[in-house]
């Protein structure tokens, strides 16, 4: 097994000034951190449009996985929350399009607040890659 870490950066001022990552792999573990819909230049995408920040968010994973080696098939479980609970159904749709034949393990919350007024969804994954990428 080895044990060396390969961080993905995302290059915001707050991983360093926090001390995070935006994804970290170990051996062929993936895990990505919490992701908003913020663009590259720290503005937040698709406000008041939970399934479009939603769908940015997922994206935004995507390209954290790849950068790791991994992909989105290569996802075990997801974890998403939600400003409001009645969004259930618009976010559930969008993590369908991307996962409903992969079919993680998932857990939706609803909590009180993301760091933003405008984020309605935050999304984070872990991933574990086949053996034969894994190596």
């Given amino acids: 097994m080895n044990d060396e870490r390969q ?5 915001t001022e707050w991983e360093l000034a926090v001390g995070f990552s ?5 051996d062929r573990f993936v ?3 919490g992701t908003t819909a913020t663009d590259e230049k720290g503005r937040p995408v698709g406000i ?13 994973i995507e ?8 992909t989105l098939a290569d996802v075990v479980r997801t974890r998403i929350y939600v400003i409001n609970a009645d ?7 969008v993590h369908g ?8 393990a998932n857990t939706l919350v609803e909590i009180s607040k993301i ?8 999304i984070e994954v872990d991933a574990i890659l086949p053996l034969e990428r894994g190596e």
């Fill in 7 to 11: 961080r993905v950066s995302s290059g």
């Fill in 22 to 26: 935006r994804a970290v792999r170990v």
């Fill in 31 to 33: 895990m990505v951190s």
């Fill in 48 to 60: 008041g449009d939970v399934a479009a920040q939603t769908e940015y968010t997922i994206q935004k």
């Fill in 63 to 70: 390209r954290a996985l790849q950068a790791t080696g991994a």
């Fill in 87 to 93: 969004d259930w159904e618009a976010v559930g749709r």
């Fill in 97 to 104: 399009k991307y996962f409903g034949e992969i079919r993680p």
């Fill in 115 to 122: 760091v933003g007024d405008e984020y309605l969804v935050e």
